[in-house]
């Protein structure tokens, strides 16, 4: 499995008619309403070629920079979690019966996802899912049919944005683990190719099918190339040492407040970050009553009916909520999954209309409490 | 729920104050519910759409407009007084409405300008929410409503459930969607991030920034989504401009636009 192949840039279309020959529907980046967006895609000449964009906080444009790259741009607004987590799905449904009812489970849709050009933080954004939805007491049936069926083409980074800040998380520029094949776009006066590496059998065949011959260790060494260049332009760093714990002991920094006054409480960075899980559930009925049925919803940590329960709400200020959402992603997280809720995306800080990054919080939290400290 | 009428089906009412219809019009927009909305409440007043008008007490009361006369506050307080449940509906009734704009003014120029006979004219002040004189057990949002979530309400009530209005932001319904967010990769400026969430972001659908039709949000950080809309080039003016618009007297949007008015 630790063999490497050469792809031609001809035989990514023969993956994908092998895949969707399978069966699969491929899922991969395409050219949006002004963004690059994962959709259903067909054929290779679907990709974003030529295609970048430009992140900072609170902006993301793109351009077309006449290049041969199809996998140049950094990130589409939201991940994968989509296709894996549907933002909303009926989970039962209830029909009155006389006197009695029945109740209907609402079957999972049998998806088969073949996923083209995930990220390798978004891949660690996945297994993280897979931790939570899988691993635990509270098993989801539908995501883990989603799950099993899909494959993965991991696309390692050929470009940083200004928002990533992977290094420091330890999920990218190039995919560790839980890929089928992770592909590196290597585009030099040499040519334009894959250097494609199997991570399962299944991997494995579909690039034999697919023609690849094994790549020399010159293309390897160019494709290393290729990553190693994505990682020295990384400029965004989070220093997570002892994070789990400063953050636990600073839940009454003055840094709550500041950061306060610019949070919307939209609940945007929360919709498109790839690990958020949160659901809520609502009922609904027919005006005869005589059918209901229950849907599951993705909801945010930042809606104030999120934490209203009998009684009260018991995070009514918009600090309360962001703090939870932060100290959820970098510290409780650990207690509860064993790692960081956080795989450095950047999309959180991209997506914030009014840009807060979440990196910069925590150094200004940091910072603080150094102060405090010198001042005590 | 208390109930006030006799019959089987509950008796709904519906009352217009300062308004333009186009809320209560959209129970019968409702073409494909509305023969089943029909059938599931006994619609004993409704002058928009018959003749027949059944005197109170009814269990519902939906109630379009806003409050501008001392006649509406008495009318308004005799509705109150004889319906179960009271339901507003619309930027008008929960917040002022367009008419609102003359609130920063003074209405006695208007009448002398407009009215050949002044004289006539009895009127308030100000363009108010219905909730301001009486209490109102459900306020519905929107310039005009969407009109599934007026069904949503009286199908709640009917089952006795909670009804799914959600008071979070626009922007929660975009990213449901899928939407591309205009402000964050075109600079477009929006509303969305401290407007109540509800006509299924359909601006930001087809490219335009939110208008803010439905209000406030429940948590709506204005100062901070102004000086956002400096970053990506709005004026002081365009800001209050901005909100100052179908719900320009709704608490939020009302000292937001003031703090830019120079």
């Known amino acids: ?376 | 729920m208390p109930t006030k009428s006799k019959s089987l089906k509950p008796k709904v009412a519906v009352f217009k104050f300062a308004s333009c219809d186009g809320c209560q019009l959209s129970l019968l927009d409702a073409e494909d519910e509305l023969l089943d909305v029909a059938g599931a409440i006994d619609i004993a007043f409704f002058p928009e759409a018959s003749r027949r008008m059944l005197k109170g007490p009814y269990d519902i009361g939906i109630v379009e407009g806003s409050i501008t006369t001392p006649h509406d506050v008495e009318h308004i307080r005799e509705i109150r007084k004889s319906c179960a449940v009271l339901i507003t509906i619309g930027a008008c009734a929960t917040a002022g409405g367009i008419q609102a704009l003359r609130n920063w003014k003074d209405i006695k120029n208007y009448v002398h300008i407009v009215y050949a006979s002044p004289e006539y004219i009895s009127t308030l002040d100000r363009s108010l929410p219905v909730g301001s004189f009486v209490h109102v057990d459900f306020e519905l949002r929107g310039c005009p409503i969407n009109k599934y979530q007026l069904i949503e309400v009286i199908n709640a009530f009917l089952n006795k459930r909670k009804p799914n209005i959600h008071a979070y932001s626009v922007c929660m319904d975009c990213k449901l969607k899928g939407n591309e967010c205009v402000m964050v990769a075109r600079g477009i400026p929006c509303l969305g991030p401290v407007t109540q969430s509800g006509c299924g972001a359909i601006c930001p659908s087809f490219d335009r920034g939110c208008y803010g039709c439905f209000g406030p949000m429940e948590s709506p950080n204005t100062q901070a989504l102004a000086a956002q809309y400096k970053e990506v080039g709005e004026s002081e003016l365009d800001i209050k401009l901005a909100f100052r618009t179908f719900n320009a007297y709704a608490d939020a949007f009302r000292k937001e636009s003031e703090a830019h008015e120079h």
């Not at chain 1, 939570?132 to 883990?144: C, K, P, S």
Request: aromatic fraction near 10%; proline fraction near 3%; charge should be negative.
């Open chain 1, 1 to 376: 499995m630790d063999k490497t192949y050469r792809l031609e840039t001809e035989d990514l279309e023969r993956l994908l008619q092998l895949l969707q020959g399978e069966g699969y529907e491929t899922i991969g980046p395409t050219l949006g309403n002004g963004t690059i967006v994962y959709d259903k895609i067909t054929t290779a000449k679907d990709l974003p070629k030529g295609w970048t964009d430009e992140e900072e906080p609170a902006s993301y444009r793109i351009s077309n920079n006449g290049g041969e790259r199809m996998f140049g741009y950094t990130l589409a607004p939201q991940s994968w979690k989509r296709f894996l987590y549907p933002p909303l799905r009926e989970l039962f449904s209830i029909r009155r019966n006389g006197k009695s009812f029945e109740t209907l489970r609402t079957d999972s849709e049998e998806k088969k996802f073949a996923f083209i050009g995930v990220r390798p933080c978004e891949l660690s954004a996945v297994l993280i899912q897979d931790k939570v939805f899988t691993a635990g007491e509270y098993r989801d049936d539908d995501y883990l049919s989603r799950r099993r069926n899909a494959f993965i083409v991991a696309v390692n980074c050929a470009n940083a944005g200004a928002n990533c800040f992977c290094l420091s998380m330890n999920t990218g520029p190039k995919a560790g683990e839980g890929f089928d094949i992770a592909l590196t776009e290597v585009v030099n006066d040499g040519g334009h190719y894959f250097v494609a590496e199997a991570g399962t059998d299944k991997g494995a065949t579909l690039l034999e099918r697919t023609g690849g011959i094994a790549a020399s260790e010159r293309e390897r060494g160019e494709a290393e190339e290729v990553v190693e260049r994505t990682a020295s332009q990384i400029t965004k760093s989070l220093d997570t040492r002892g994070l789990q714990e400063i953050l636990a002991e600073n839940q009454e920094s003055p840094h709550w407040d500041d950061v306060a006054k610019r949070c919307l409480t939209c609940g945007n960075c929360t919709m498109v970050c790839p690990t958020c899980f949160c659901a809520a559930v609502e009922d609904s009925t027919d005006l005869s009553g005589k059918t209901a049925s229950r849907t599951r919803r993705w909801d945010s940590c930042f809606t104030l009916d999120f934490a209203r329960v009998s009684g009260g709400n018991f995070r009514i200020t918009p600090k309360s909520r962001y703090r939870q959402w932060l100290t959820h992603k970098l510290s409780s997280w650990v207690e509860q999954f064993g790692i960081f809720g956080c795989v450095g995306c950047g999309r959180c800080i991209t997506w914030c209309p009014v840009g807060i990054d979440i990196t910069a919080e925590v150094s200004a939290i940091k910072g603080e409490r150094v102060k405090q400290e010198k001042g005590a």
